[in-house]
């Protein structure tokens, strides 16, 4: 039995009940999009499209070196709980591009506070347990 932190035993048991009442999302909607980011793929895919704005299928899978059916199955995901949207266009651009991905406000504050904010702050987490 260790010491406890100000953090631990304080909040709802069912950590469904830190939604607020009138919730947008579902405690299940938002695991999903948990489950989606935790595949590296998938989490490389909206950490790009973070990082570098709008981007095309074929833009991605150049950066990402990724086979088009295996980025199209992992953007799909990510369209499907709401971490990315696919924006159409009613003209072509200059490659005859109609389609571009773009991470929602939802992905990108999934990884500013999720994933990626551990990953910054590794170095703090491995000074607390040396």
Request: glycine share 8%; hydrophobic share 35%; proline share 5%.
């Amino acid at each position: 039995m260790g010491i406890k932190t100000p953090e631990e035993g304080t909040g709802p048991a069912d950590p469904a009940d830190l939604l607020p009442a009138e919730s947008v999302l579902t405690f299940e909607e938002y695991m999903a999009m948990q489950r989606a980011v935790g595949n590296e793929t998938r989490f490389r895919i909206l950490y790009r499209l973070k990082r570098d704005g709008s981007m095309s299928a074929k833009e991605l899978r150049e950066a990402l070196d990724l086979p088009g059916n295996t980025l199209h199955h992992h953007l799909d995901t990510l369209v499907d709980v709401g971490l990315v949207e696919n924006r159409k266009r009613k003209t072509p651009d200059s490659e005859g591009l109609y389609s571009y991905y773009r991470a929602t406000a939802l992905g990108e504050g999934l990884l500013d506070h999720g994933v990626e904010e551990l990953i910054r702050r590794e170095q703090v987490f491995a000074d607390a347990y040396r």
